[in-house]
């Protein structure tokens, strides 16, 4: 048996599954592409988590749409992160094109173009159906631990929230947490004091910062209602295919605190609503994060933490998430060694330091005995790849250097006309796009404040009413005391003694 025969075996045995896969292109040794030897990925294993790495130019983007319309055509939902903003052509049909025809002809696959089911949503102005969150739903700990507060400050944000629970206050967007937190050390000093401490003002001024910081960020239009169910990224259309939901977030490449918030909720939001699978045989939802370093490079240790906890125990609500990045240094190891699969793009060896990195990344892979790892990861043209999955045991597959196939849909954008009338069509865009401001925690403090300082002036103007009937009153007491001990001039004459004497001296005369 020739080498190529034993790696044309040792391939089928290992990409050949019971239940339902997908396939991603055909194997290649030595530069050959082997028809009919398929690189095939179980769907029971897909959430398992994974990795698309390689460098700009590739092909990353069209092997995670590759992924995303196999999926769709499997009935599992995706959700995908559109950073560079050209993942909306996934809705509109490819036209073809001859090298598209001549790469399947040597992977021996038919190529159909096909448009797929998707949904456009933004987290900022964007076109899209609106995604929003509200305070309330975060929570103190993960509201303390997006914005990286102290100990101390993170026991005041939970103050906070106990005080609007106590108090049905709702904590609906940034203008109500700000607020309370400036009630807590201002009109509702004394009231905080009494029933939970004395509370720092350095410290709410500190936390007061770091939300303006957020806010900054565009914060103020992910927090606030009509807060998204994830419930409706679980969609499928009329035909069984799962709908592709596009985040677009072309607009926040720049606000990294912005997107790792987003991030950290949705993930949050998953797991406590989304049930236990089990080995259900297939997944619930799919998540793809292109330009995954945004979330990690700014992110902070507690932020890491979370998402690392997040990834590890995710899996088993039947969600699966895949980082889309340039090389796989940019994930931290605790995530890289949850990745089941993992689809290595070429790496490019321009300095020291990128030859160091291609080396570490080769060990990542599982060992082969037909391929130089670390050669063939500078070798691999666009759209070529090393693939290596789980079995539906759980096993690592065979390593093998792959022709990946086209995507079936337009590898380009949608025009500003195809964008508005898919978000005419969209029932998601009808509810969530109109704008509620209730009435939340914000408005009830500001009536709180008024109210006192309305029954503030009352009270100080009964007791300058009280104070000036006490004036007037003692003013007359006074009066009329003084009237009393000041005699009239003739009342005083005539009542003197010699006055008297002389009137009882004529009357002796007159009786004699």
Known sequence: MTKSDKFRNDIAKGNTFKGDFITLGAAMLEGETMTNAYV????????????????????????????????????????????????????????????????????????????????????????????????????????????????????????????????????????????????????????????????????????????????????????????????????????????????????????????????????????????????SGRPELIMFIDEAHLIFNEASDALLNQIESIVKLIRSKGVGLYFVTQNPTDVPEAVLGQLGLKVQHALRAFTAKDRKAIKLTAQNYPDTEYYDTADVLTSLGIGEALVSALDEKGKPTPLAATMMRAPMSRMDILTESELGSLLTASKLARKYNEEIDRNSAYEMLNKKIEQAEAEEAKQKAKEEQEALKKAESKRRTSSSRRRSTRQNPIVKVLSSPTVIRSVLGILTKMLK
Request: include cysteine; charge should be negative.
């Open 40 to 279: 095939n990925i179980p769907l029971k294993t897909m959430n398992r988590h994974g990795l698309i790495a390689g460098a700009t130019g590739t092909g990353k983007t069209k092997t995670l749409q590759v992924l995303a319309e196999n999926l769709s055509e499997k009935g599992v939902p995706v959700l995908l992160m559109d950073i560079k903003g050209d993942l909306s052509g996934l809705a509109k049909a490819s036209p073809g094109h001859p090298k598209i025809d001549e790469r399947h002809e040597k992977i021996g696959l038919p190529f159909e173009a096909k448009e797929f089911p998707v949904e456009i949503l933004t987290l900022s102005e964007q076109d899209g159906v609106r995604l929003r969150a509200t305070i309330s739903e975060f929570g103190p700990v993960l509201i303390s631990r997006i914005l990286d507060v102290t100990e101390t400050q993170a026991g005041i944000i939970s103050v906070i929230f106990k005080y609007c629970d106590d108090n049905h206050l709702p904590l609906l967007d940034l203008k109500d947490f700000k607020k309370i937190l400036q009630y807590s050390t201002g009109e509702g000093k004394k009231e905080f004091q009494e029933a939970y401490g004395r509370i720092s003002t350095a410290s709410t001024g500190a936390i007061l910062r770091k939300l303006i910081e957020l806010e900054q960020q565009g914060g103020d239009l992910f927090f606030g209602e009509t807060s998204f169910d994830t419930q409706d990224l679980l969609r499928v259309d009329e035909n069984g295919r799962g709908y592709i939901n596009i985040i677009r977030l072309t607009d926040i490449q720049d606000k990294p605190k912005l997107f790792s918030t987003f991030m950290l909720s949705l993930l949050a939001e998953i797991y406590s609503t989304f049930p236990e699978q089990g080995d």
